[in-house]
């Protein structure tokens, strides 16, 4: 069993507000440089630069994982997850049919923009990404589950977008198992005052710029049999592992 160093949440050029630098090729270098082995493009309410991550992280021996930041209709951030690059693209056409259409300004949130595993521009999303879609926090988990993922409540110590902020406690019913903190030193009084005990607390940047992104470090690690190594391996250690944990 080896610490693998991870980062679950992060965002492209094709997030609104994603810096331009954020490229593909440039998230999986810079994850080679800082030690993460495991990293997951979760951009907003879309996985459509995954395919060029996928390509890109091949050449950084880093392991991808397709993702996507989903924000319900109650305008709360989930993060979604997916064993595999399929599933998380037929997830993306599902969000897509369920997105509320507004044009993106760019003067405001800038360009979204599709890309190659060369990052080169293929495309631009026109409508904006980062609103609310009309999938309800009660319904992302089956949903996503559906889909062959995992999905849990992202940065829920934060007041924009968190569940916690939004709703006022920790939403429990909805069966999550799993929850994301951005600052770790709010794990214990979050635990302690939100019921969180028993529950599996991750750490990861939401970077939306590349300095954003964090070095390896001793409290964004998960252990993980790395014998033999593949990516497709990885990454079937990484759900399993995600999916025994019981609350």
Known sequence: ??????????????????????TPNNLAGMAFLNGVRLMALTDHNTSRNCPAFFEAAKRYNVVPIAGMELTTSEDIHVVCLFE??????????EVDRRRIRIRNREEIFGEQLIMDGEDNVIGKEEDLLINAT?????????????????????????????????????????????????????????????????????FSSDAHYLNQLRDGDENDWIELEDKPFSAELMRKRLFDSLRSFKA
């Open 1 to 22: 069993m080896s610490r693998c160093y991870y980062d679950f949440h992060v965002h492209s050029c094709l997030s609104p507000c994603g810096d331009a630098d954020n």
């Open 84 to 93: 595999t690059l399929a599933d998380a693209l037929s997830f993306n056409d």
């Open 134 to 202: 009309t999938i309800s926090l009660d319904e992302a988990t089956q949903i996503v589950e559906g889909y062959g993922g995992i999905c849990y409540p992202a940065h829920i110590d934060r007041q924009a977008n968190g569940a916690i902020e939004i709703l006022g406690s920790f939403p429990h019913y909805a069966g999550f198992r799993i929850a994301e903190l951005h600052d770790r030193s709010n794990k214990e009084e979050y635990t302690k005052k939100y019921g969180l005990e028993g529950m599996r607390l991750l």
